[in-house]
T-cell receptor, first 115, second 112 residues
Framework: DSGVTQTPKHLITATGQRVTLRCSPRSGDLSVYWYQQSLDQGLQFLIQYYNGEERAKGNILERFSAQQFPDLHSELNLSSLELGDSALYFC??????????????FGPGTRLTVL | AQSVAQPEDQVNVAEGNPLTVKCTYSVSGNPYLFWYVQYPNRGLQFLLKYITGDNLVKGSYGFEAEFNKSQTSFHLKKPSALVSDSALYFCAVKGSARQLTFGSGTQLTVLP
């Protein structure tokens, strides 16, 4: 158990809908990262927050957004869902964001199925 | 841009034999290298990392990895494979950019 929690474990929804994925980082970690894992794209970095502020953006679609709250939990919002958004979404956390040596610890993931 | 290559999609090894999962990287600046393992329907678990110093890094569950700067490689190794080691293994790199870039993964199957 990494100490990173994600809810829900599974989410099934229809095209065009909007969903919210939630992540709580390990105790003491200030950085939260979101990743998407799909069969064709592999593991893709989406976005990173540090202590409530966005620090880096990866391959995140405009239909997707995220935020980190004062208690450091984070939410990833996915809207106007398409079939191709079906994937595993992982959250990871680390102590900081500037040190390249920091290790990211991953949560168990949320499996999103768009029908 | 930084990148990671895992040239083998699948590696099969007999239980008790040594295993190697290959990884090569490309990065600007000093490389910081990581190995993660993913079991079915689970998140990624951190195995080990190379930051600096000794080229042989020891990690969890008896795994180790050898950093080779001239060959830009960071191969994962274990002297004696277990059936329970069967999983998907990811190599990842950080360079001057602070983001992790993952390889495509290697499915390791240890045969009893």
């Amino acid at each position: 158990d990494s100490g990173v929690t994600q809810t829900p474990k599974h989410l099934i929804t229809a095209t065009g809908q909007r969903v919210t994925l939630r992540c709580s980082p390990r105790s003491g970690d200030l950085s939260v990262y979101w990743y998407q894992q799909s069969l064709d794209q592999g593991l893709q970095f989406l976005i990173q927050y540090y202590n409530g502020e966005e620090r880096a953006k990866g391959n995140i679609l405009e239909r997707f957004s995220a935020q980190q709250f004062p208690d450091l939990h984070s939410e990833l919002n996915l809207s106007s869902l398409e079939l191709g958004d079906s994937a595993l979404y992982f959250c990871a956390s680390s102590v900081g964001w500037e040190r390249a040596t920091d290790t990211q610890y991953f949560g168990p993931g949320t499996r999103l199925t768009v029908l | 841009a930084q990148s990671v290559a895992q040239p083998e999609d699948q590696v099969n090894v007999a239980e008790g034999n040594p295993l190697t999962v290959k990884c090569t990287y490309s990065v600007s600046g000093n490389p910081y290298l990581f190995w993660y393992v993913q079991y079915p329907n689970r998140g990624l678990q951190f195995l080990l990392k190379y930051i600096t110093g000794d080229n042989l890094v020891k990690g969890s569950y008896g795994f180790e990895a050898e950093f080779n700067k001239s060959q830009t490689s960071f191969h994962l190794k274990k002297p004696s494979a277990l059936v329970s080691d069967s999983a998907l293994y990811f190599c990842a790199v950080k360079g001057s950019a602070r983001q992790l870039t993952f390889g495509s993964g290697t499915q390791l199957t240890v045969l009893p």
